[in-house]
């Protein structure tokens, strides 16, 4: 089917939309068609999906690390590890609960969440490196959780639009929308 073909019709199935592409789930959440974007809803509730799975695996991270008396960089590493482990884990249980096998619903997870993560880590880590103090402060000061709240907000803000683009483009969080 030839691209104007396929879109000279006022509606199409999802399926009709899968082959041409190639891949399921192409921005089609909930009845919204976004071949030229992803709306600004889907993109924000796909990154706090992320963010919650980053947010538990870096705070535990962080927690683990300072029970230990580790270094900055061990524990930054170890919370960074989490953050990923976490956030894949949300998308996989999401996609196995769908009926997916392991196999694939971790090949979902990874093409889904690993620029997402990605991002949300390099910034969020970003600045609590730049604020000053923050990676002397314990999990008992202030400065360390207004830091982390403050880089996972930002995080957000930034790996926001990433998401709309990725999901726009049939990328990212939009693989996992065949499976909701």
Do not use: E, N
């Given at each position: 089917?030839?691209?104007?073909?396929h879109h000279t019709g006022t509606a199409h199935d999802h399926v009709s939309h899968e082959g041409h592409?190639?891949?399921a789930g192409h921005a089609t959440h909930r009845g919204e068609h976004t071949h030229g974007g992803a709306s600004w809803a889907m993109a924000a509730?796909?990154?706090?999906?992320?963010?919650t799975g980053c947010a538990i695996g870096e705070i535990?991270?962080?927690?683990?690390?300072?029970?230990l008396m580790w270094g900055n960089v061990p524990t930054m590493v170890l919370?960074?590890?989490?953050?990923?482990?976490?956030?894949?884990?949300?998308t996989l249980f999401a996609v196995r609960r769908a009926g997916l096998d392991f196999k694939s619903a971790v090949k979902v997870a990874l093409a889904a969440d690993t620029v997402s993560i990605a991002v949300m880590e390099l910034v969020d880590n970003g600045i609590i490196a730049l604020v000053p103090g923050a990676?002397?402060?314990?999990?008992?000061?202030?400065?360390f959780w207004s830091a982390l709240l403050g880089g996972f907000a930002v995080a957000f803000a930034?790996?926001?639009?990433?998401n709309k683009w990725m999901i726009g483009r049939g990328k990212g969080?939009?693989?996992?929308?065949?499976?909701?």
């Open positions: 089917m030839g691209h104007s073909a592409h190639g891949h509730k796909a990154t706090l999906h992320c963010l535990l991270g962080m927690v683990i690390g300072t029970a919370a960074i590890a989490l953050a990923f482990l976490f956030g894949y884990s949300f990676m002397d402060a314990h999990l008992s000061d202030g400065l930034i790996t926001t639009p990433v969080h939009a693989v996992v929308h065949a499976y909701h």
